[in-house]
């Protein structure tokens, strides 16, 4: 790494990970609490089933798990990495969760923040660990999703207790003069729409003393108005992927996949649809696991490299969307 010229840094994905709860749960499991079918539920999502942390799993252990096997790829010495990114949603430190990864790592020359963005989170982090590399500042990064919704799901909301899952998904990160495999990136956030997607506080009151009054902590369970939602989606995701590979002078035969967040397999066909790109380009691993927020794209990354679908050099296109409300989309070359 010695001698790089700063202005020509660029970077090199270098190795993924994941990590996912032993549990499942089925849609059939589901139908017996809330009044639905595997049916409807598949016909309207494509989920099957869904990873449930166990109680003595937190978003810490699961990021843990999922760094460690993408630092095992890269053959990386632990002491080297400089950075560690965990987008989390759901951490389970409020003062935040990656330093309980860096220390189970031992990477104790990294230092390490959350960073918080739900289900546009991990390419949000990616971008940004990618621009501490460019700068020269740090080396190596690792960047983590990880995500725990089960916890903040109201398993007798229908509408929403079918979706969300749990898990973890990691990539390692390398700066290098040689190239840049970073080919552009955008990103995006509108909070006049921000209503229809929340995970919000609770604020009960509490008085402190005499008439001085305060909100006390916690949360409420996830609410989400699923047709606006799928209507951002489908315009929105589109529309930034396309004007990120015009602007980068690539079109959609340039694409060798397509790895979107994993939230709705009708959100998936629609927007392969407006690109032009056909369902065997398509990255989905939703049927398995739900949606499981920052998780997702890494999730199904780490999957498609092992079993080498993704291959040394291949062009994807990658968009997370979600709470915010956020998107962003990346062009990158694996590699």
Known sequence: MEGINLNQIGVSFKGSGSYVPNQILTNHDISEKVDTSDEWIKSRTGISQRRISGLEEDVSQMGYKAALKAIKMTNWDIETIDLIILATSTPNDLFGSAPSIQEKLGANNAVAFDLTAACSGFLFAAITASQFLKTGS????????????????????????????????????????????????????????????????????????????????????????????????????????????????????????????????????????????????????????????????PLILDEAVRNNKIKQNDVIATSGFGAGLSWGAALIRWG
């Open 138 to 297: 740090y080396k190596r990064a690792i960047v983590i999703g990880s995500d725990q919704l089960s916890s903040y799901v109201d398993w007798n909301d229908r509408r929403s207790c079918i979706l969300f899952g749990d898990g973890a998904g990691a990539i390692a990160i390398e700066a290098t003069n040689e190239f840049d495999n970073l080919i552009g990136f955008d990103m995006r956030t509108d909070g006049q729409r921000g209503c229809f997607l929340n995970l919000s506080s609770q604020n009960n009151q509490d008085v402190i003393v005499n008439n001085i009054n305060c909100s006390t902590g916690g949360f409420s369970s996830i609410t989400m108005n699923g047709q606006e939602v799928y209507k951002f989606a489908v315009r929105e995701v589109p529309l930034i992927i396309d004007n990120l590979l015009k602007k980068n002078k690539y079109s959609s035969e340039n694409v060798d996949w397509l790895l979107l967040h994993q939230a709705n397999k009708r959100i998936l066909d629609s927007v392969g649809d407006r690109l032009n790109i056909s369902k065997g380009k398509i990255l989905s691993n939703l049927s398995n696991y739900g949606n499981t927020s920052a998780a997702t794209i």
